[in-house]
């Protein structure tokens, strides 16, 4: 396929050299913001790859900064980008869509099918659009090469072994699956885009660590998330996350899968019985990752606002309690001072306020009219 790759982070390198060297021909496309990351490729279209993955030099087809050459002919559209970035590359992507456009987010963390949705209602011109998600990256992966962002290669730690997918309509579900098939065996469909939003892991395993170590994290500016941040107290609260997330997900009539279970399916870690034993057991992909080395790194600033507030509005559609997510919330508010509830993921601006649960399952089907 003729695939436009969107971003120029860890993730954006790893699809864009895994699926071109897999036979794909992959445009790889940033805003003209953030052209500075691709200083080191954007005449050679080369990326490095090692690890698990590729490996060696991968040509890609093309690297611009020209949204209008990037999309030209183009069979999918897979931005590869943090949750906080959605809404600006929705907006950037609105006006230059046509009719029938197939978009696969990779991730779609909680509500990024939704919040693209939305967006491309009210900005753009084009009809029945596809929009699809995986609820995590296809890869653990950390870009390498160079200076600052200005880097060449990737380093591809895991590929995972469990992806899910769905598409917003699910009217679309199993044409935008069969896609997402063919460039990953390891997809699995999901009823719709709540049912993979709800399994985002990184509401559970991010937040609450990163405000439990947050004066560690301060103190000595190096920090590895996994293995010095979740103990096994932390881990208890993992948990607790974690039990009240299934909760989200029984009201609304979804499998409950337990954080460790995921884990485990995705390859990630072990077959354990607790939280903490499960991450222990990741020696080789978790535990090596360094950061976050202060409090603006993404595991809050994007992972508490974007996704789990997302959990919590869903919750409350639902009328499901989740005390210690709105703790973690309220303690991630005051460290960054910011108000997560007003300026994260509402249903509001995923388009789905004031909607029964049975109102919400029939939009995430039909989309909007």
């Given at each position: 396929?003729?695939?436009?790759?969107?971003?120029?982070?860890?993730?954006?390198?790893?699809?864009?050299?895994?699926?071109?060297?897999?036979?794909?021909?992959i445009t790889?496309?940033?805003?003209?913001?953030?052209?500075?990351?691709?200083?080191?490729?954007?005449?050679?279209?080369?990326?490095?790859c090692?690890g698990v993955?590729?490996?060696?030099?991968?040509?890609?087809?093309?690297?611009?900064?020209?949204?209008?050459?990037?999309?030209?002919?183009?069979?999918?559209?897979?931005p590869?980008?943090?949750?906080?970035?959605h809404?600006?590359?929705?907006?950037?992507?609105?006006?230059h869509?046509?009719?029938?456009?197939?978009?696969?987010?990779?991730?779609?963390?909680?509500?990024?099918?939704?919040?693209?949705?939305?967006?491309f209602?009210?900005?753009?011109k084009?009809?029945?659009?596809?929009?699809?998600?995986?609820?995590?990256?296809?890869?653990?992966?950390?870009k390498f090469?160079?200076?600052?962002?200005?880097?060449?290669?990737?380093?591809?730690?895991?590929?995972?072994?469990?992806?899910?997918?769905?598409?917003?309509?699910?009217?679309?579900?199993?044409?935008?699956?069969?896609?997402?098939?063919?460039?990953?065996?390891?997809?699995?469909?999901?009823?719709?885009?709540?049912?993979?939003?709800?399994?985002?892991?990184?509401?559970?395993?991010?937040?609450?660590?990163?405000?439990?170590?947050?004066?560690?994290?301060?103190?000595?500016?190096?920090?590895?998330?996994?293995?010095?941040?979740?103990?096994?107290?932390?881990?208890?609260?993992?948990q607790v996350?974690?039990?009240?997330?299934?909760?989200?997900?029984?009201?609304?009539?979804?499998?409950?899968l337990?954080v460790?279970?995921?884990?485990?399916q995705?390859g990630?870690?072990?077959?354990?019985s607790?939280?903490?034993?499960?991450?222990?057991?990741?020696?080789?992909?978790?535990?090596?990752?360094?950061?976050?080395?202060?409090?603006?790194?993404r595991?809050?600033?994007?992972?508490?606002?974007?996704?789990?507030?997302?959990?919590?509005?869903f919750?409350?559609?639902?009328?499901?309690?989740?005390?210690?997510?709105?703790?973690?919330?309220?303690?991630?508010?005051?460290?960054?001072?910011?108000?997560?509830?007003?300026?994260?993921?509402?249903?509001?601006?995923?388009?789905?306020?004031?909607?029964?649960?049975?109102?919400?399952?029939?939009?995430l089907?039909?989309?909007?009219?």
């Amino acid at each position: 396929m003729r695939i436009t790759v969107v971003g120029c982070g860890n993730g954006a390198f790893a699809v864009a050299a895994d699926l071109s060297s897999r036979g794909h021909e992959i445009t790889l496309y940033v805003n003209e913001s953030h052209s500075s990351n691709f200083d080191r490729i954007r005449d050679s279209r080369v990326i490095e790859c090692t690890g698990v993955g590729p490996k060696g030099h991968i040509e890609l087809h093309d690297v611009t900064c020209d949204i209008t050459r990037a999309l030209d002919g183009a069979d999918l559209i897979m931005p590869v980008i943090t949750a906080n970035s959605h809404v600006e590359v929705a907006e950037e992507l609105a006006p230059h869509l046509k009719d029938d456009d197939r978009i696969l987010l990779v991730p779609g963390s909680t509500g990024g099918a939704l919040i693209f949705a939305k967006i491309f209602k009210e900005q753009s011109k084009a009809k029945n659009l596809r929009i699809a998600e995986m609820h995590t990256l296809p890869y653990a992966c950390r870009k390498f090469g160079g200076e600052g962002k200005a880097r060449t290669g990737v380093h591809i730690l895991l590929e995972v072994k469990k992806l899910f997918v769905a598409a917003f309509p699910a009217k679309y579900n199993y044409e935008m699956f069969e896609i997402a098939k063919e460039l990953y065996p390891a997809s699995v469909l999901c009823k719709d885009v709540l049912e993979t939003s709800l399994n985002n892991g990184n509401a559970t395993t991010h937040p609450a660590p990163v405000v439990l170590n947050a004066g560690k994290i301060e103190y000595y500016g190096r920090h590895y998330h996994y293995m010095e941040g979740i103990t096994p107290s932390v881990a208890n609260v993992i948990q607790v996350i974690d039990d009240e997330r299934k909760k989200i997900c029984k009201a609304f009539g979804y499998d409950e899968l337990d954080v460790k279970d995921r884990l485990y399916q995705m390859g990630y870690c072990m077959d354990r019985s607790s939280v903490y034993a499960a991450i222990q057991s990741s020696g080789e992909v978790f535990l090596p990752l360094e950061g976050p080395n202060d409090l603006s790194g993404r595991y809050l600033t994007e992972d508490a606002p974007c996704s789990m507030v997302a959990m919590i509005e869903f919750a409350g559609l639902a009328g499901v309690d989740t005390p210690t997510m709105d703790g973690v919330i309220s303690l991630a508010s005051a460290l960054r001072n910011e108000d997560y509830r007003t300026s994260g993921r509402t249903l509001d601006k995923m388009g789905v306020d004031g909607m029964t649960i049975q109102e919400l399952k029939k939009f995430l089907y039909e989309g909007w009219n």
